[in-house]
């Protein structure tokens, strides 16, 4: 049974696993981001418009890492006995307002250094949308949103590569290569 303080936030949990992504355990997600940096279950959502630009948000300043830096259009953690898509369509609605039809195409391992002697050390779900419309951002979880083109995107890392988080630098040469494939299927 979740606790209370799970289901209204206070105490989110994110899922520990090992390097195959088989569940061990749950930790509280501040402390699985502190003292060593527990291994654990996120996703990573990139959606796409006709144009085959990808929305990005800049994260909301109160955000407990990364505020204010620019990422792919949602990334969050799975809660306990949640697929990857399911928690995908709930972070969509919850943090920019609309939902898609979207599917996982491909999952990474990294571990990269946050602000607040933080670290995120994730066993990634990448997953694929396509939208056309405007989203609805939470202003508590968004601070901006914009189109842009990838090949822009990653230019843009080279000139101003402390604005971005380090999970979207990190993958983006996957996410080109299964865009291509993606786009054409």
């Known amino acids: 049974m979740l606790s209370v303080q799970y289901l209204f936030g206070a105490m989110e949990q994110v899922i520990l696993v090992d390097h195959d992504d088989n569940e061990i355990g749950v930790e509280e997600k501040l402390k699985a ?7 654990h279950r996120a996703f990573s959502i990139f959606i796409f ?3 085959g630009e990808v929305m990005l948000q800049q994260r909301a300043e ?3 890492h990364g505020g204010g830096l620019w990422s792919n259009t949602v990334c969050s953690h799975q809660r306990k006995g949640e697929t990857s898509l399911e928690a995908a369509h709930r972070r969509l609605r919850e943090e920019m307002g609309f939902d898609c039809d979207m599917r996982e195409e491909f999952a990474f391992e990294y571990e990269a250094k946050m602000d607040k002697d933080l670290t995120e050390h994730e066993y990634d779900h990448v997953i694929f949308g396509k939208y056309d419309g405007e989203p609805k951002p939470n202003p508590e979880e968004v601070k901006a949103w ?3 083109d990838l090949q822009r995107l990653h230019e843009d890392f080279s000139r101003n590569p402390d604005s971005y988080t380090p ?12 865009y291509k494939a993606w786009r054409r299927g």
């Open 33 to 39: 981001h502190q003292n060593g940096a527990k291994l």
């Open 49 to 51: 418009n006709s144009k």
């Open 62 to 64: 109160s955000k407990y």
């Open 146 to 148: 914009k189109w842009m």
């Open 167 to 178: 999970w979207i630098k990190i993958c983006i040469e996957k996410v080109v290569e299964h």
